[in-house]
Structure formats: structure tokens, C-alpha cells
T-cell receptor, first 113, second 113 residues
Framework: SQTIHQWPATLVQPVGSPLSLECTVE??????LYWYRQAAGRGLQLLFY??????ISSEVPQNLSASRPQDRQFILSSKKLLLSDSGFYLC????????????FGDGTRLSIL | GQQLNQSPQSMFIQEGEDVSMNCTSS?????WLWYKQDPGEGPVLLIA?????ELTSNGRLTAQFGITRKDSFLNISASIPSDVGIYFC?????????????FGKGTKLSVKP
């Protein structure tokens, strides 16, 4: 079976500091990978998705970037965090092909001070 | 970004009662998904629907893909305290990209013991 791991679970960072959140998937090859942000209003906003190594699609302009250095590794980064980057970040994976459901990790709670 | 219209926003019910919630859109969807999110965790997939009119159950949960392909419904029978959480619908529009799952804003369910 497939599993998804996200870390860290919580993170407190000062404004202007860099960020690196990591997500890995086990038990499958060539998954689609996704980064979401969930604000306090509960909605999920898609930030990035990837259909393969080195292939990143950005859904919204922002202070963040994503990379996929390995097949089952997805990294969310920032060079300088803003207060508005606070939130709950979720990584997800799906099998390739249209209509496949996405499966989420347990999320990272990011607080910017 | 786009959002589905999910209702109700919140519900307070007595243990043992049945629950109904729904999502609607002005666009036609080819996939409907229902997730449950517990506090501090990622959403967990409950039910996936792929055909208009499809009715699928998962224990006490039943979901339906509306015949117009513009809506979906989730019913929970005989609610129990562990049903507490936020329920999200998500859908993929006809012609949507692999990364483009559109989420509702969630229905927060609270159960009185």
C-alpha cells in the first residue's frame, strides 16, 4: 500500500527566513504530487503540482517555489518568508491519469513570527 | 480560485441522527470526491464517484453523483461522536487538468453526545 510522509508537523519561523518542507511517497512509482495551503477559512488552495521529476506547475503567483528532485520527493521552499505565508500546508499524491483521487499527508502547521 | 458551493457550512446534530450535505456547481464534473478532515490532520478520502447517478456507500456513509453532473450529496446515517470533523467535497471538471481538483469550503459537523 501507499503512504505519504510530510515533515515537520509544526514549524515556527521568523519573517525573512528560508523555508523547506519535505514530502515523500512510498509504495508507488511516478505519482502526481501536489502542494496545497489551507487557510483558517478551511478551503484548500492548490499551490503546485508535478507529474514527473523536474516538472512543476504553479497555480498561483506567490512567494513559494516547489521542486521534485526525485520521483517520490516533493519539496516546498521559500527564500524569504512573509507573514502571509502562515498556514497549514498539505502535500498530496495521486496515481497518474484523469480522475484519480488525491491522498493527503498530515500537513505542516507553519507560523511566521 | 474556483470553489464549489458546499452546504451547509456547519451542522450541530444529536448523536444517532442522520446527516445530509451537498455540493453544487455551475460546471459539469466527471469526478466527485468526499473527504473528512480531523483537527490538525490531512483530509482522508471517504468516497470517490465517477459516473452520473452513481451511488456508493462506505459503512454508514453514502454519496451520490448527481444525474446533472453538477452536484453531489453525502449522507451519514446514525451519527456518532467520532463523525465530528470537517467534510469536504472535491470535483474535477470535464476538461480539467490533472492537477485541478476544485474543493468546497467544507461542512463542519459537530455531534452532541
Amino acid at each position: 500500500s501507499q503512504t505519504i510522509h510530510q515533515w515537520p508537523a509544526t514549524l515556527v519561523q521568523p519573517v525573512g527566513s528560508p523555508l523547506s518542507l519535505e514530502c515523500t511517497v512510498e509504495g508507488t512509482s511516478n505519482p502526481n504530487l501536489y502542494w496545497y495551503r489551507q487557510a483558517a477559512g478551511r478551503g484548500l488552495q492548490l499551490l503546485f503540482y508535478s507529474v514527473g521529476i523536474g516538472q512543476i506547475s504553479s497555480e498561483v503567483p506567490q512567494n513559494l517555489s516547489a521542486s521534485r528532485p526525485q520521483d517520490r520527493q516533493f519539496i516546498l521552499s521559500s527564500k524569504k518568508l512573509l507573514l502571509s505565508d502562515s498556514g497549514f500546508y498539505l502535500c498530496a499524491w495521486s496515481f497518474t491519469g484523469g480522475g484519480q483521487p488525491q491522498h493527503f499527508g498530515d500537513g505542516t502547521r507553519l507560523s511566521i513570527l | 480560485g474556483q470553489q464549489l458551493n458546499q452546504s451547509p457550512q456547519s451542522m450541530f446534530i444529536q448523536e444517532g441522527e442522520d446527516v445530509s450535505m451537498n455540493c453544487t456547481s455551475s460546471s459539469i464534473f466527471n469526478t466527485w470526491l468526499w473527504y473528512k478532515q480531523d483537527p490538525g490532520e490531512g483530509p482522508v478520502l471517504l468516497i470517490a464517484l465517477y459516473k452520473a447517478g452513481e451511488l456508493t456507500s462506505n459503512g454508514r456513509l453514502t454519496a451520490q453523483f448527481g444525474i446533472t453532473r453538477k452536484d453531489s450529496f453525502l449522507n451519514i446515517s446514525a451519527s456518532i461522536p467520532s463523525d465530528v470533523g470537517i467534510y469536504f467535497c472535491a470535483g474535477r471538471k470535464v476538461g480539467g487538468s490533472q492537477g485541478n481538483l476544485i474543493f468546497g469550503k467544507g461542512t463542519k459537523l459537530s455531534v452532541k453526545p
